[in-house]
């Protein structure tokens, strides 16, 4: 095991496979991770919940408490960024995980190679100070209508009220508004949010969009501020 150090990620990794939790655990500590394991859901929920971890690896098949059950109730008292572990082709918990507030997933079995990737990728857009978007003389305060953004400082507000987003929504929303009345394809959102190009009948940026929207509030007219460009992408409309 490698000895800590101030600046190692701190993952917390929830999952009741135990040989799988030994390979990843490995793989990640060598790859200059910092990780405590945890075997159930409300001992993962307790240990996600301490504030010393930086990121929840959580599989979504687990004992005493569910990962979609965990999820839940982490969302209602914290943003901790959080990547989902889910059985390859079971779109229903994948969904699910997506609305209750996890930033991505990785469908198992993974390699610890990508897994790592993704925690990565996370983690960046997360801690970083600039913008998502990599432009160090963009402006600090961006507005549509309604909607503010201080990137620096990782805070929104609609309507003077402060919104609290996960990690991967406020990227999504970043970037579509610093290219505020124009469409954002689903591919470069993916890139840029979440550091993959987007795979064939992903939902992903879907569901994050569905999430924004129900934690935004209307224009006048009662449309969301944030449109759906018919086989193009997105764009946040300028009103």
């Known amino acids: 095991m490698m000895e800590e150090s101030t600046d190692m990620a701190r993952v917390l990794l929830i999952d009741d496979d135990v040989e799988l939790v030994e390979l990843l655990t490995e793989y990640l500590e060598q790859d200059g991770f910092s990780v405590q394991v945890a075997h159930d859901g409300q001992q993962g929920l307790a240990a996600a919940l301490s504030?010393?971890?930086?990121?929840?690896?959580?599989?979504?098949?687990?004992?005493?408490?569910?990962?979609?059950e965990t999820l839940r109730r982490l969302r209602q008292e914290s943003q901790l960024p959080v990547l989902m572990l889910t059985a390859r082709g079971d779109d229903t918990d994948r969904i699910l995980g997506l609305e209750l507030g996890a930033d991505d997933y990785v469908p198992k079995p993974c390699t610890p190679r990508e897994l790592s990737a993704r925690i990565r990728a996370i983690l960046r857009r997360t801690k970083s100070a600039k913008s998502v978007t990599g432009d160090s003389s963009a402006p600090v305060h961006l507005v549509a209508g309604a909607l503010e953004m201080w990137p620096e400082r990782r805070v929104m507000h609609w309507a003077g009220q402060a919104v609290e987003l996960t990690s991967t929504e406020f990227n999504l929303l970043e970037i579509l508004l610093r290219n505020s009345g124009k469409t954002v394809s689903k591919n470069e959102l993916s890139e840029k949010a979440l550091g993959r190009p987007l795979a064939r009948f992903d939902r992903n940026i879907d569901v994050h969009m569905s999430s924004l929207r129900h934690k935004l509030g209307t224009l006048p007219d009662g449309r969301s501020c944030i449109q759906t460009v018919h086989r193009q992408g997105y764009i946040v409309v300028k009103e």
Request: charged residues 20%.
């Open 51 to 68: 504030g010393r971890h930086d990121i929840v690896v959580l599989d979504v098949m687990m004992p005493r408490l569910n990962g979609v």
